[in-house]
Each structure stands twice: as structure tokens, then as C-alpha cells.
């Protein structure tokens, strides 16, 4: 019923900023929470942004760096990264509503590399 994909990531350098969409290609309630996990080279994938009808929150690593929002009549899901730094570069995963143990639909990822 519901597949998302993510598109805009690329290279960018140190400073620089990418805007990362997601949409999906079902119906997506604006009561559901959507958001961004991140999975950095050798490592576990970590929330980086949530953002549901009464809430928003971000890692800490990319609060006042990282700004999600989402268009719930296009049912999508975006994140602006701004003053991007090479410890950002990683595959980001969007996902929407929730289950036990996480989110319930996953996009395929989009790389993000950020040179020095």
C-alpha cells in the first residue's frame, strides 16, 4: 500500500547544503509521524529527525543544522541539511507511521557524502 523513496542526496562539500525529499506512493495520514534515519559507514542507523502532528524533534548531533517538514497533501516527507559536515555522510532512510520495534514503511536510502 505504501512505498517511499527518497531522492536529492550527492556530493556536497564541508558547509554546504543538500534538501533530501521523500514520497510515497500511497496515502499517508497527517496523523502518522514521518522521518529520517541515517546510517554512516560502519555503523548502525540512528534516528536523525521525527516529526509528527504535535511534535518535531532531532539528534543532537544535527539540531540547528537539520530542518524536517512534510506536505501531507503530497504525502512527503523533507529534510534541508544545512552546514554540512563529513561526520553527516552516510545512506538516509526516510520512514513513516510506526510499530512495535520502529518505523513500519522504509524508503531505499539515498547517499549523502560530504567532503572535506
Known amino acids: 500500500q505504501v512505498q517511499l523513496v527518497e531522492s536529492g542526496g550527492g556530493l556536497v562539500q564541508s558547509g554546504g547544503s543538500l534538501r533530501l525529499s521523500c514520497a510515497s506512493s500511497?496515502?499517508?495520514?497527517?496523523?502518522?509521524?514521518m522521518g529520517w534515519y541515517r546510517q554512516p559507514p560502519g555503523k548502525q542507523r540512528e534516528l536523525v529527525a521525527h516529526?509528527?502532528?504535535?511534535?518535531?524533534n532531532y539528534a543532537d548531533s544535527v539540531k540547528g543544522r537539520f530542518t524536517i517538514s512534510r506536505d501531507n497533501a503530497k504525502n512527503a516527507v523533507y529534510l534541508q541539511m544545512d552546514s554540512l559536515k563529513p561526520e553527516d555522510t552516510a545512506v538516509y532512510f526516510c520512514?513513516?507511521?510506526?510499530?512495535?520495534?520502529?518505523?513500519?514503511?522504509w524508503g531505499q536510502g539515498t547517499q549523502v557524502t560530504v567532503s572535506s
Open positions: 520512514y513513516a507511521d510506526r510499530i512495535l520495534g520502529g518505523p513500519k514503511y
Open positions: 500511497g496515502s499517508i495520514s497527517s496523523s502518522k509521524p
Open positions: 516529526i509528527s502532528s504535535d511534535m518535531i
